[in-house]
């Protein structure tokens, strides 16, 4: 890993990634950091959640004092989490670290006040940075509870009326799967298949061969109890 990363976090919410892209590589131009590597991860920006394996391994790099600049395009690149930001940035910067923001440029500058005012600046700074990007990511969380809604049959959809998640399984494919009761799961699973919205044809999982295994069905006539009377 190189000494000088630009660290590129993109999701579907990002409307021009392209140019966040470029602008990071033109302040690598501007530092004078010739022997940078671009490491780019598709995640959601709104969860800090998920594993971040490209992210990991650039801590990792850190660690090891691989990596002494680390740029991005925004501080909430790393985290929308403002303790999460502002630990990031006391804890790496101890060994050595300098981060550089596209966005938030001012933050450099903060480095010409004399100490120790400068390190009380920064930390003051990251905390309503890092306010702004937690703010920002509620919102966004609450504009998507807002967007969904359950229509009369208490199906979920989304404000346009489109149903809200995985397409379900057919009624045809739920009979053949219970045609094929008493062999594995995995050999049914290998022998139905259905078509995806883009049109590619797939085997059906095993946990919805489960799934449908362990659903209640009507009785066929070999389940069906006997007459009254008979034992």
């Given amino acids: ?32 950091f ?30 090891e004092g691989k990596v002494k600049n680390l740029i991005v395009w925004d501080f909430d690149r790393l985290f929308r989490n403002r303790i999460r930001i502002v630990e990031f940035m006391r804890n790496y910067s101890k060994i050595g670290l300098r981060v550089y923001s596209v966005r938030q440029r001012w933050f450099q500058d903060i480095e010409n006040i004399p100490a120790p005012f400068n390190d009380m600046m920064k930390d003051l700074m990251l905390q309503v940075v890092g306010w702004i990007a937690e703010e920002e990511s509620n919102k966004k969380s609450e504009r998507t509870k807002l967007a969904v809604k359950k229509d009369k049959k208490g199906v979920t959809v989304s404000y346009k009326g489109n149903k809200w998640g995985r397409k ?13 009761k008493g062999l594995t799961m995995r050999e049914i699973s290998k022998r139905v298949t259905y078509w995806d919205k883009n049109k590619h044809k797939r085997n059906l999982s095993i946990g919805a061969v489960h799934k449908i295994l362990s659903e209640k069905h009507p009785l066929d006539s ?3 109890p006997s007459s009254k009377g008979e034992r």
């Fill in 1 to 32: 890993m190189k000494e000088t990363i630009i660290y590129n976090r993109v999701s579907t919410e990002d409307q021009h990634p392209e140019l966040q892209h470029k602008d990071c590589e033109n302040l690598v131009k501007e530092l004078n």
């Fill in 34 to 63: 010739n022997n940078y590597e671009v490491l780019t991860e598709k995640e959601s920006a709104w969860n800090d959640n998920v594993k971040r394996e490209v992210f990991d391994s650039i801590r990792k790099g850190i660690q």
């Fill in 168 to 180: 379900g399984i057919s009624k045809a494919t739920k009979e053949e799967v219970l045609k094929l």
């Fill in 222 to 224: 070999s389940q069906k």
